[in-house]
Each structure stands twice: as C-alpha cells, then as structure tokens.
C-alpha cells in the first residue's frame, strides 16, 4: 500500500489526516484530486455506518486503498443530537457560522452543556478484501459563545475536558493530540506501523 485516498474533500480534513499519514512517507490524497464522482447517500444511521459505506464506495470506484471517516458533535440536552447530521444541523447546506448560531439557538435555555464529538475511520483495503475500523472520542462542554478562529465545524464552541482552550483557539499539534479525530488516527497510525 503506497497511495492512500482520503475519502473527502474537506481540506481542513486532509491536511490533518496527512500530518499523520506522511510519518509513513505515505502519498496520500483527497477526492479533489479526481474527476469529480458523484458522492454515496450517507444515510447511514451511525458514524461507523456512514465510514462504512464511503470507504466501500470510493475504493470500488478508484480501485485503489481508501481511508474515510465520518464524525460529528453528540450533545447530551438534545439528546446526541446533531450527530451524524452535524455538517447540516441548520440546513441541508449550512455553513459552519450557521450549524454554531443554530446550536446555540437549541441550547438557549439547557443548563446541561456536556457533549463529545466522535470519529470513526473506515480503512478500506481492497487487495486484503477487508475494511478496519478505529474510533476516537473527546469529551466536553458546548461554550455560551464561539472563542478562536482556527479548526472549522465546532470547534469554537468546544471546549475540551481539561483544557482550558476550545478546539478553534488550539494549534493543529495541541488539537491532534486530544481531539477524536486525532486519537481515531493514532490507532491508524498504530496499525500502519505495524503493518508496513
């Protein structure tokens, strides 16, 4: 395995993936980087679901190695909500500005503020003919007010269990560390060590 394809064409997404992968000199790619191809119905009802069936997907189409995951924020008072619907919680095409404004409308009046964000990576091997599956999760509390202006989606209403910045306040080194995305990673990281 030589060429690993990020499935999502999220930049913010492949450049944290990639500080991890290039540790293994890996040559690793995002979906911009092809023709366009017209993206899976994510309809699954869980992350692991919806990591599932793109990683599937685009490695058939690509026939090639693909790594896809899929995550989001689950806040306790609305009861793990947005979940898998958090890049369009307001909207079906909301923008970041919007998903934050319309979490904080939902929250106005909830006094319990605990939340997590969740992460599961889907590591589709076609010559193997198998998929793995690494998960990460960070805890925490949804903030009254958006702080930082780094990271994207959530991050500056996320303020971490023991931390006293929120994701969006946090270099990409601090953020990766502790984040969901980050420790899901670290077990990729585990496994390419291992396995390559």
């Known amino acids: 395995m030589n060429k690993v394809v990020i499935a ?5 997404k492949v450049k944290e993936i990639n500080t991890f992968l290039s540790s293994h000199k890996m040559d690793s790619v995002g979906l911009n980087e092809f023709d366009p191809i017209e993206p899976p119905v994510e309809d699954a009802e ?15 189409k690509l026939e090639m ?7 989001g ?3 306790n008072a609305l009861k793990g909500a947005p979940g898998v619907r958090s890049s369009r919680f307001a909207s079906e095409n909301a923008s970041d500005e919007e998903n934050n404004n319309y979490l904080l409308e939902q929250l106005s009046d909830q006094k319990d503020r605990r939340a997590y964000f969740q992460c599961v990576i889907a590591l589709c ?14 805890e925490g509390v949804i903030l009254n007010e958006l702080q930082g202006a780094k990271g994207f989606g959530y ?12 994701f969006a306040e946090m270099t990409s080194q601090e953020k990766n560390k ?14 390419l060590t291992f396995q390559f």
């Open 8 to 12: 999502t064409s999220n930049k913010h």
């Open 46 to 60: 869980t992350f692991l679901g919806n990591a599932e069936l793109k990683a599937l997907y685009y490695s058939k």
């Open 65 to 71: 190695t693909v790594m896809a995951d899929d995550s």
């Open 73 to 75: 924020l689950c806040v």
């Open 125 to 138: 091997l076609p010559e193997a003919k198998r998929i793995i599956f690494f998960v990460g999760k960070c």
């Open 155 to 166: 991050d500056p209403l996320f303020l971490p269990d023991g931390a006293s910045k929120t």
């Open 178 to 191: 502790i984040s969901h995305r980050g420790i899901a990673l670290g077990g990729v990281e585990k496994f």
